[in-house]
């Protein structure tokens, strides 16, 4: 019995060695061929696992972390594990908008790994695939290494109602809506006499100061932090009139985005209709559309919404996939080709082409927006929701308005301090100048920064 032990113990190291490729000489240890993947939603590790299934030679094992932003949990663990090292340490990772400039620009960027390193010649790739230019800007050091890039490209439109727009202007066509609310113009101006025209009707413009807050911060000349100083630039240093006059004049509901309310205006169930809504096109598939009230053309809101320019040109979110420099050689090749995959690829059979035309799935899946203007190019965004406008004929556009040379690694938080003052002062509780010292008190007791 032993015996027979000893062999089926043999055959199945010989087995072992067959299936990996390896001689005895040259032994793989098993965390050789595991790529540890970190993320905050399962997003990217779904697109790890499509270009598994597609690609059955990829002899690497994927092992996928995820820990929600929830309450700041991700980044210092994520953190805490990057500078731990070792065989568990992410090989590559995801980052958000909010806190990307922590690990491209910033306290962590040592640990991100230049694409030109893993063997990408990026400049070309980016020009060929016609990528996004605020995208690259985030994801590129203080080298002019690019460290990271998204897949996704979130440049913000205009979102609004199609009916209430036939209330308040008397037509829902896109090109009579853009002009009465001044997009494209690259000022608020126009904006706010729409406002005072949707008020005559009873109608909201918009349903809380969240809604216009990232278009405001977007058009910014600065970022919060200059020469290691706070700063606050006058465009943003706006949203406190801007908050107000919403308020005070009845030109928006009062809500707070991600609240019960802000998700009833979708529904038009809130206080008052509302004309519409800033935003990206996935706040489109993923936000407005599971809550609208309906699934299909004719149920709550559904069909009954349209798309045009923002009158400030803006982007929203997105996430930028990033190596650790850290890293075995051994599996520098593998990390390479799925990033290709994730934010590269511009062919017909490619993850981005198969996303921007809901065919990731299936047929009939989710429509987004991708960082490839190549992509974008032969892809079709016609959405039922849309009453049948193709989105696409205004999203990718407003990609070429969006910023991305005004953010700082401090963001996520910064920018949680000054719109809780901002909404202080709206609500008449403090004055503008105590709102404002306060904003400042909060990031000098938290960040270190005056």
Known sequence: MKKALKVLIFASAVMMVALTGCTKKESTKAEDLTINLWSFTDEVPGMVEKYIAAHPDFKYKVNTTIIATTDGAYQPALDQALQAGGKDAPDMFCAESAFVLKYTKGDMQDYAMPYKDLGIDINK???????????????????????????????????????????????????????????????????????AKCAEKGIAIVSGDGDIWHAVENSSDKGWIVNGKLYIDPKREALLDYSKSLTDNGWSNGTQDWQDAWFADFKGVGEKPVLGFFGPAWLINYVMAPNCGGSKVGEGTYGDWAVCNSPIGFFWGGTWVIANKNMPESKKDAVRKLIEFITLDTSNDGLLYKWANG???????????????????????????????????YFVPANQYANGKNLTQYDETINQYWRDQVRQYAAGNKSRADAIKDFKQMVADNLGIN
């Open 359 to 393: 065919t990731l799935n299936g047929e009939g899946g989710t429509k987004d927006t991708v960082s490839s203007g190549v992509v974008m190019a032969k892809s079709n965004g016609t959405l039922d929701f849309l009453g049948g406008q193709n989105m696409f004929d």
């Open 125 to 195: 790739a980016i020009k060929d695939a016609d990528i996004a230019g605020y995208t690259v800007d985030i994801g590129t050091n203080t080298k002019g290494e690019v460290d990271g890039l998204a897949y996704q490209s979130t440049g913000g439109a205009y979102i609004y109602r199609r009916s209430v727009a036939k209330t308040v202007f008397g037509t829902d066509d896109p090109a009579t809506v853009q002009k009465e609310i001044g997009g494209g113009s690259g000022s608020w101006n126009q904006y706010w006499k729409a406002a």
